[in-house]
């Protein structure tokens, strides 16, 4: 009997792409855009100008589309597509599915929603486990579709489900075809830090939102703003080695966050009834991190929440997800010519 150790050498092949999410103005869906839709072939277009190396669209962005020329323009520039959907219906998720199948994608992002922005559960009081067991329905029976075309069904932390939620729901289903969408300032809004958030999930992981926020401080908690990646408080350098060492072929898609800030109330009384128990460590371990990274006391509002001409607004996307862009091609250059040793 060979009782050595057998391992094997990887490349790292970690792709950078591109979700639309984060600049809804210049992409024409937020719904003060007065600017037309863009067009999938024009999004996987701005991608390969800009040097991604995917996508990330919704089925809205896709209608009319010509598909199988989408699918030949991403073979032919090497382009990973994540369809994004929303739910947990197992037939809307199926008809992304399809979708995803026609264009050659892998992964079809998923959110479930119930909380409001900033892990606010309170809208929630006395349903939140009802809904939970309802999730947990759905997404096993979606499951199942993604298991017959062979894709990725991947629940994203959309400032909804911790960590504990996250890791139940993929050890009930308990199927390689799902698994977490990791949107990496997102945790903040659970009261996790992204780093062990990440490290908790990291088994399951399926696909990344590249997201950073500056935070400032509240009476009731802290407020996250977005922020060019790399210039907030996830510590991405982190979160690269993390994802080499585990996950060398990972998708990362680059999200700027969104235009309203999200309030946290971490502070309140009523914040907390339908989270799952923690230890006091863990919270401890949070509001230092976010004590330590908090800036100073200033206008925190976006140009969009400051209602400034929707030109300027179209600017602002535009400078940090050019800063966002020209920050994970430098920082992936590190690995991209790495070789790792898996055992």
């Given at each position: ?15 950078v792409?591109?979700s639309?999410f984060?600049?809804?103005y ?14 999938a072939?024009?999004?996987m ?11 990330e669209?919704?089925?809205a962005?896709?209608?009319g589309?010509?598909?199988p ?5 991403a ?16 037939d ?6 399809d ?20 892990g ?11 809904f ?28 909804d489900v911790?960590s504990?939620?996250?890791l139940?729901?993929?050890e ?25 958030f ?19 401080l509240?009476?009731e ?5 977005r922020c ?6 996830v510590?991405?350098?982190?979160l ?13 898609s ?17 914040f ?12 401890a371990?949070?509001l ?18 400051k209602?400034?001409?929707e ?13 966002s862009i020209?920050y994970m ?8 010519a ?6």
């Amino acid at each position: 009997m060979d009782s050595k150790i057998r391992s094997q050498e990887r490349m790292i092949q970690m792709k950078v792409g591109l979700s639309v999410f984060g600049t809804t103005y210049m992409m024409g869906i937020h719904p003060k855009s007065g600017q037309p839709i863009i067009t999938a072939k024009r999004l996987m277009s701005y991608a390969v100008e800009a040097g991604l190396e995917g996508v990330e669209m919704p089925l809205a962005v896709l209608e009319g589309e010509d598909i199988p020329s989408l699918a030949q323009y991403a073979a032919s520039h090497q382009l990973y597509i994540t369809v994004a959907s929303g739910g947990y219906d197992p037939d809307k998720l199926k008809m992304a599915m399809d979708m995803a199948e026609r264009l050659g994608a892998a992964t079809v992002r998923t959110v479930v929603g119930g909380a409001g922005y900033g892990g606010d559960r309170r809208p929630m009081v006395g349903r939140w486990q009802s809904f939970m067991q309802d999730v947990l329905s759905g997404l096993a029976k979606a499951t199942v579709a993604a298991e017959q075309r062979g894709l990725t069904l991947a629940l994203e932390n959309h400032q909804d489900v911790a960590s504990e939620e996250l890791l139940w729901l993929c050890e009930q289903i308990d199927s390689p075809h799902f698994g977490i969408t990791l949107d990496t300032g997102n945790p903040l809004a659970t009261a996790e830090e992204p780093v062990d958030f990440a490290k908790r999930i990291l088994p399951h992981l399926k696909h990344v939102h590249l997201k950073d926020y500056w935070i400032y401080l509240s009476e009731e908690g802290y407020r996250l703003v977005r922020c060019p990646i790399g210039q907030g408080v996830v510590d991405f350098p982190a979160l690269m080695e993390l994802f080499s060492q585990s996950c060398p072929d990972m998708t990362l898609s680059i999200e700027v966050g969104a235009h309203e800030a999200r309030h946290t109330r971490v502070l309140a009384d009523d914040f907390w009834p339908e989270y799952p128990t923690r230890p006091a460590s863990q919270l401890a371990a949070t509001l230092r991190f976010v004590q330590a990274n908090a800036k100073p006391s200033a206008d925190w509002r976006t140009p969009h929440e400051k209602n400034e001409p929707e030109n300027l607004i179209i600017a602002y996307e535009n400078h940090q997800l050019l800063a966002s862009i020209a920050y994970m091609q430098g920082l992936i250059r590190n690995y991209k010519a790495k070789v790792i040793t898996i055992f």
